[in-house]
């Protein structure tokens, strides 16, 4: 199914070429393919797949063919100078009792759940990855569009400034604070076009696409529209959140680990069975020994049950079971550790997005006061009743409040990706919430 999608994307990109707008969801499915990290996570995933099946073909059976060809040469004697034997063998081995093997295919399960994990985790951080340098760039954009707008702005107040001044209509004070405003406009404009650059490098190198296709939609549409209740979401984040369950499949590791350490006390049985034949063939001998060897052939069948019991060994199996159960004690700490800094994310996430949402419906009534001032100023300044400096203000308290809501949102849609993160539903699904065309 991913791989139809993905060649239907591919398509869709060579029939739009450069001239349709890149989404979110797009920057995602390019990512996922073209992002080494994440490939290589992949490849560390499939790589500790196989340990599963390693694991588990130690309490299988081991069956073996094995075969010998000798010669032996007596140069002085008078029969049977040499001599030629051929050998061979079908073994079986079986385990019927062995904790270490067992042991082995715990933990084998253990690191094969724990791959599936990882890849998870990588997944999830090249989510987190990709949606932060989309949304950097739209923000950035938004922040260089807010300083041009405001370069524009302040080089008209500069030349009405000079002009009023050269007419005797203003002050040199006038002049001297719109040539301030207008300096340090420019010098935010520059910043902003840099900022900008360094967004469009992140996503490039996150995604191999041109950031300069992604949507000038703005962020307005991103909503958090489900209910925020903090019990659940640390219930959430307790049992979902990926570094949870990392942690987990490492105190699995830890168990099977006491198993091991366990099994260098216990005996080991093991049923062996074998059937093979041996026969020689001796120079200057009859003719059927020369063709078969029919005059020393053998059979040989073997069954048999091995046992072995340790009985001393210096005491290291004691300190490796000390060791183990050390181990294990650290790994239940850790899943505790993990439990509580998940649940810490989850509300800090949570309060985040409440915060956003408020902070957005605040600079929103402030840019409506904002509007409504400066309007106000500039009447009051053609009637003589306030000056040049007072609209100057009135303009920059306006155009930061158009910045301080673009930052708001901006800072709603991280803390929206922290907040499934910690709760551990940060997925492709997930991303629907971002589909302004779906808002």
């Known amino acids: 199914m991913f791989i139809k999608l993905i060649l239907l994307l591919a398509g869709a990109f060579l029939f739009c070429g450069h001239a349709c707008a890149l989404s979110l969801q797009e920057s995602l499915i390019a990512a996922n393919a073209y992002n080494a990290e994440m490939n290589a996570a992949r490849n560390a995933h499939d790589a500790d797949g196989q340990k599963k099946y390693q694991g588990f073909a130690g309490l299988l059976p081991v069956v073996t063919l094995d075969g010998s060809w000798t010669k032996t040469d007596q140069p002085d004697a008078a029969y049977s100078a040499g001599v030629t034997r051929h050998s061979y063998s079908v073994n079986l081995t079986q385990p019927i009792f062995d904790i270490a093997k067992y042991a082995t295919w715990r933990r084998s399960v253990a690191i094969g759940d724990l791959a599936d994990v990882n890849l998870l985790i990588a997944q999830q951080k090249l989510i987190d990855d990709v949606t932060t340098a989309f949304y950097s760039v739209v923000y950035q954009r938004s922040v260089l569009e807010t300083s041009q707008r405001i370069v524009t702005a302040f080089r008209a107040r500069l030349k009405q400034a000079q002009k009023a001044l050269e007419v005797g209509d203003g002050t040199r004070l006038d002049e001297a604070e719109a040539q301030a405003n207008y300096d340090i406009a420019t010098a935010d404009e520059l910043a902003a076009e840099n900022d900008l650059n360094d967004a469009y490098v992140s996503f490039r190198q996150l995604t191999g696409l041109d950031a300069r296709r992604i949507s000038d939609s703005s962020m307005s549409c991103v909503r958090f529209r489900d209910t925020i209740l903090p019990e659940q979401i640390k219930r959430q984040a307790s049992a979902n959140n ?75 199996q004691i300190s490796q079971s000390l060791e183990a159960a050390h181990r294990y004690a ?88 922290k907040l499934k993160s910690a709760t551990g539903s940060l997925d492709y699904a997930a991303m629907k919430i971002f589909n302004c065309n779906a808002a």
Not at 257 to 284: C, M
Not at 333 to 343: C, N, T
Not at 344 to 364: C, F, L, P, T, W
Request: hydrophobic letters at 35%; a neutral charge; proline letters at 1%.
């Open 242 to 316: 990926l570094e949870v369950l990392a942690a987990i499949q490492t105190q699995k590791g830890s168990e099977a680990d006491i198993i091991t350490a366990t099994s260098s006390h216990l005996p080991v049985v093991t049923f062996q069975a074998g059937y093979g034949k041996n026969w020689s063939r001796a120079e200057d001998g009859n003719y059927l020994d020369t063709l078969f060897g029919t005059t020393s052939k053998t059979d040989n069948t073997v069954i048999g049950v091995n046992v072995s019991v340790p009985l001393f060994a210096g005491g290291s």
């Open 330 to 417: 650290q790994s239940k700490d850790l899943v505790i550790d993990a439990r509580r800094k998940a649940e810490q994310q989850a509300i800090q996430a949570a309060s985040g997005v409440r915060n956003g949402q408020s902070r957005i419906k605040a600079y929103e009534r402030a840019i409506a006061s904002a509007e409504k001032r400066l309007s106000s100023t500039r009447y009051g300044r053609e009637i003589g009743q306030r000056t040049l400096l007072d609209e100057f203000n009135a303009e920059k308290d306006y155009y930061q409040a158009i910045q301080d809501l673009a930052q708001a949102q901006y800072a709603l849609i991280q803390s929206i990706v």
